[in-house]
T-cell receptor
């Protein structure tokens, strides 16, 4: 059974601070996605990482996929109140029926002005 | 390109009733997955449909069912509603792809179901 853990579970920081969120598993994934979700809305896809060791940057957000494709991190530089939300990682893997996703429990980020 | 749409956005039902939720995927996407999200359990996979066939199913009771139409639109039904079924129900669509390739899911805004 594929499982994903995320840490920290909650994070409250001041505007301008940096932070890192972690997504870990003992399973190997073919790709990993990061989503941000705001209250009452669906998750919005931020990035997909596919290759072990891959680093992707999206403005102030930096995503890294572990070399073994079992873990990932999301680093935010100079956080802003607009970054507030629930950050979810999702690992994709294949079985006899096709591609499947497993989601982590999420990291709830609050950026205070 | 229009995103994933879900209707209705909000719904209030009474215990014992049944409910049908609708999802229209992104044009060209053939796979539709449904998830239940609650504060305590997080995002849990219900089922996935591809080309009108249920391809995968999560660990939910038989009261939860779904279907997909030839235009890829999907519905999910919950019969004999229980208080614990109160949740945000999310639909996600994706392209159908060959095994082994990465693909991405795009979520709709969700349907907030409250059971009283």
């Amino acid at each position: 059974t594929q499982l994903l853990e995320q840490s920290p579970q909650f994070l409250s920081i001041q505007e301008g601070e940096n932070l890192t969120v972690y997504c870990n598993s003992s399973s190997v994934f073919s790709s990993l996605q990061w989503y941000r979700q705001e209250p009452g809305e669906g998750p919005v896809l931020l990035v997909t990482v596919v290759t072990g060791g891959e680093v992707k940057k999206l403005k102030r957000l930096t995503f890294q996929f572990g070399d073994a494709r079992k873990d990932s991190s999301l680093h935010i530089t100079a956080a802003q109140p607009g970054d507030t939300g629930l950050y979810l990682c999702a690992g994709a893997y294949a079985d006899n029926y096709g591609q499947n996703f497993v989601f982590g429990p999420g990291t709830r980020l609050s950026v205070l002005p | 390109k229009a995103g994933v749409t879900q209707t209705p956005r909000y719904l209030i039902k009474t215990r014992g009733q049944q409910v049908t939720l609708s999802c229209s995927p992104i044009s060209g996407h053939r796979s539709v997955s449904w998830y239940q999200q609650t504060p305590g359990q997080g995002l849990q996979f219900l089922f996935e449909y591809f080309s009108e066939t249920q391809r995968n199913k999560g660990n939910f009771p038989g009261r939860f069912s779904g279907r997909q139409f030839s235009n890829s639109r999907s519905e999910m039904n919950v019969s004999t509603l229980e208080l614990g079924d109160s949740a945000l129900y999310l639909c996600a669509s994706s392209f159908a792809i060959t095994l082994g390739l990465a693909y991405e899911q795009y979520f709709g805004p969700g349907t907030r179901l409250t059971v009283t």
